[in-house]
């Protein structure tokens, strides 16, 4: 129920309050603890907000997402609430203001019902890295939802709240949104402020949506994205979403390293191979593309995060938020202590790379290394995309794996082969659902365009859609 946003509207027109639907996602969220998706759940400000919009909606006044119930990924700030980006470090932390993008949302008349679990700092693959425990896929038990924002996408994908917020650094919001039948979007870096959003690697971090359609995902962007002055990377481009429809004859590029990778699963290349083959048959050019680098993408995209997580995550000293070890005794000791005993083996491990692969005398072989690999991805990506209109991919390689089971961390990494590279470029990329494994497990499909094209992105995902009907 409430689904969608349309659904929630029809709920509203039909006499329905939003108090009643709010308690509605709280009776829910409480039937699905087990799941641990949430990691707080808001009920007071939640109640207190749904009584002030259905006073609004009485008045008139009421803004376009009144009843629209929302869940935040733990690492988006929300005024007088805790945030912990699911680490101890910043246990007990309470938020002094509204991230840009959530703040867009509120003045809409959103409701906030709580906060989500993910990998700790945004770092991970699997949800396995909380700091509070995993999160279970509603869809098959013992199975991970993927990560990092696996509690945003249990929650959408769990009927737990309408819509929800995550981050997306190198694959957070698609690769889970694949793994729990969600719609993930990544807009273009630069469409949403990450003022409010706890920074992982500040050049790759975009705020993403999961939503149970393509409509929800372009009206949250429509209402979040533009410029905001607390984020300077933010774009003033122009960002009108029309209502999305189909396009007739477009040019579609398929990379032929992705698309006969020896590690994609034989099942999720025949079910894309399928819709490739219906999107010929409906008129649209299949171009084959050549995208040499694949191979480079991984270690490209985990030498500059974790250069960039190391100095973002500097500020966790144990003096300004969170954490303090009881046992530290002066300067030094304090730092070593808290960060010690507050981080996570995960997040210690990127804070030494990072530190390791910007330390003089390895900056020239990696770190400036890395930045010019990333430029000739950037360019080339460019190339391709100037001779088709959208790129088609896997989201995954492959869909959930059960807990525990991958425990070597290159294999981990491996999961995001396919999505770094939108995060890498920084162009918009979108994980729609495709169908479901013969193991019951759902996967996705990833689609990709040129910076700030989001519309052509939504029309296209679109045609896709119009192909099951
Ligand atoms: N799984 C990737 C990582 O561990 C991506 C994380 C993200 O997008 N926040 O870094």
Redesign the pocket.
Known sequence: MYRTIKEVKEALLSGESVLSITEYFLGKIDEHKHLNAFLEVFTDSAKVQAQIVDEKIKNGTAGKLAGVVIGIKDNICYKNHKVSASSKILEGFESLYTATALQRLIDEDAIVIGRLNC?EF????SNENSAFGSVENNWKKNYVPG???GGSAVAVSANLCTVSLG???????R?PASWTGTYGLKPTYGRISRYGLIA?ASS??QIGTFTNNLEDAALLLQIMGGKDEMDATTSSKELTLKTLTKVPNSRIGIIKEYISNPGLDAEVKHHLDKTIEGLKNDGHEIVELSFPYLDYLVPT?YVL?TAEASSNLSRFDGVHYGHRSSEAKGVEQTYIKSRSEGFGPEVKRRIMTGTFVLSHGYYDAYYTKAQKVRRVLQDKTNEMLAQVDVLIMPTTPSTAFEKDAVKDPIQ??L??IF??HA?LTGNPAISIPLTIHSNGLPFGLQLMTTHFAEQALFDFAKSIEKLKE
């Open positions: 990998d945004a770092m991970g693959s990560g990092s924002s981050s997306d650094t190198g694959g957070s919001v690769q992982y790759f971090d995209y995060t981990m990494y999961q995001d999505t770094v995060n």
